[in-house]
């Protein structure tokens, strides 16, 4: 199919920037060491690529994604890297689950809902999840007192991965995993899991990275240092036109708008409205011509979607169904 | 089945405010004169208790929304106010459709699509779609010409709907409606069509009224001096507790943040996350237990979920699927 033919709003994914994006993720982080996040793409066809890449360990944040990448046969290693009350579907997949906790009352959601190996999350220095680090010993013998396994630990420099000043980051970063490691010998285990795309070769103190976004990226962290290259776009039809400015068809039911306005190239967004992007272009457009949508942040924009279309040139050469969406 | 047993984050409906708020807008405004708009609730469910309350005829802000609403029987008089640069799905349902046209190049794509009516949009003095005032009867000459019957004008006050002052609300939409009538005397047809739920009660210079948000509400519209009561809020689960905030699992997956963070009772929210919610407490709380948040704008927190549980005090007593989002 041409791009043309593409009904909009549509998700477009940049086949060559995301080849690009898999190679130079699996280069700096072989196998293994990369544990992609899959909540930036919440699709199982994305996730095989991934796996073919090398990766055959995956982290969720639902349970949702959990099930869904277990039914697709993505279960050698997963992880849901957020806690929860009710683990009663997760016992039961045909996977190796893991699943972070951080109270005692996490610990006993998982073993009531049959799940037997965990993380002891530590907060690292974001106010979110995580227990404190000299409470971290603690909990590992609570959880392995009802009888888990306790493989080791996680914790996210969250406040960290998106700071623009790279040196900035990588003191932050450093002094979030002084953290992570004080509670690692406190808990022990084969496992330190930590960072995101933007600390991806900053944190050598995690032996894997939760990165999920540097495969498709965004205007977020595209102001990073990263050689990561934007791979996602929405692609929209002008379907008004005024003096002054021009109206797109997609809107905040179809992007994420955390992170605040999308961009458009050559244009500058004045608003966003439930079906409408409203931009200024600085060449003139017509009703009926195409445009793309970089969206601020790429997870809620996914999403919105039912799928991506893959794109090389002109063609649609794939259809990957963003079948992780719901909890 | 008992609220305790959703799963949560769940969208959650007050039954007892949402028929409040049914009954409120169906006395004001009777019949057709209020044109329920489809946007803010993306539901065939829901739409089928506005018909049930006098309004049969609907408008949509995309064509999935007008194929599901003419599928589920209500297609008595479909309007589309939207422009579209491809209305070929729209010529062959069973229902009467009528699209809002602001160009040429609209007018074509509703001749191609099969459309035989529409409406002439108005730029009433939201930058967003619309013809100018004065360019309205020229437009509906090129209808005429090509074959379309014009039934009348529209024109959306966007910017005017949410403005907390009604002095200021009621001044602003008096001069977006003398703009709206300009273009309905060059126009002609029985339709005006304007207003949303801000200005249900102020314009009676349009002849049917395009509120959505009324019958769920939200925090934005929850400031303004409306008769309506918040029917919406996200069911969530408390999955970490630290000192100073807790974490509850409804995330901007769960919420559209375009008007900025929700709102929790009693609690002062901190920021928003993939899959989370963090907030300081007033009272204290523990992991497990539910909390109800308040999204800021309804249409985009409703179109990240699947369904929404109509509750009766602890009582799950419906479920309306959330059976029109995509495109």
């Known amino acids: 199919m041409n791009l043309s033919e593409l009904q ?56 949702r994604e959990m099930e869904g990448m277990a039914a697709a046969g993505f279960g050698d290693d997963l992880l849901l890297a957020n806690e929860t009350l009710d683990a009663r579907r997760l016992g039961g997949l045909d996977a190796r689950v893991t699943v972070a906790v951080d109270s005692e009352e996490t610990v006993r959601a998982a073993v009531a809902g049959g799940v037997r190996e965990v993380l002891i999350d530590v907060n690292v220095g974001l106010p979110r999840c995580g227990v404190a680090p000299e409470a971290a010993g603690k909990l590992a013998d609570a959880a392995r007192f009802a009888g888990l396994e306790v493989r ?12 623009p000043d790279r040196t900035l980051r990588e003191q932050l970063t450093k002094e979030c995993m002084e953290r992570l490691i004080q509670a690692h010998e406190l808990v022990g285990g084969d496992v330190i899991s930590a960072g995101g795309t ?42 008004s036109v005024s003096a002054g400015h021009a109206v797109a068809d997609a809107g905040l039911k179809a992007m994420g708008m955390d992170h605040g306005n999308p961009s458009i190239e050559g244009a500058e967004v004045w608003f966003v409205a439930d079906e409408h992007t409203v931009f200024a272009p600085t060449e003139p457009v017509k009703a009926g011509d195409r445009i793309r949508i970089v969206p601020g942040h790429v997870d809620p924009t996914v999403a919105y979607h039912e799928r991506m279309n893959v794109v090389r040139g002109d063609t649609v050469e794939d259809l990957w169904e963003v079948d992780l969406r719901g909890w």
């Not at 990275?209 to 965004?218: E, N, R």
């Open 152 to 163: 080791g630990v996680m914790g996210y420099e969250g406040h960290v991965v998106g700071l």
């Open 8 to 63: 909009t709003p549509a998700l477009v994914v940049d086949a060559t920037a995301f080849e690009h994006n898999l190679r130079a993720m699996s280069e700096a982080l072989p196998g293994a060491r990369l544990r992609p996040h899959v909540k930036a793409h919440k699709s199982t066809a994305l996730a095989a690529r991934q796996a073919a890449a090398g990766h055959r360990t995956f982290c969720c944040a639902t349970v």
């Open 198 to 239: 933007g600390t991806y070769d900053i944190n050598t103190w995690a032996n894997e990275i939760q990165a999920g976004s540097y495969v498709l990226m965004d205007t977020a962290y595209g102001h990073l240092d990263l050689p990561f290259r934007n791979a996602l776009t929405i692609l929209a039809t002008v379907i």
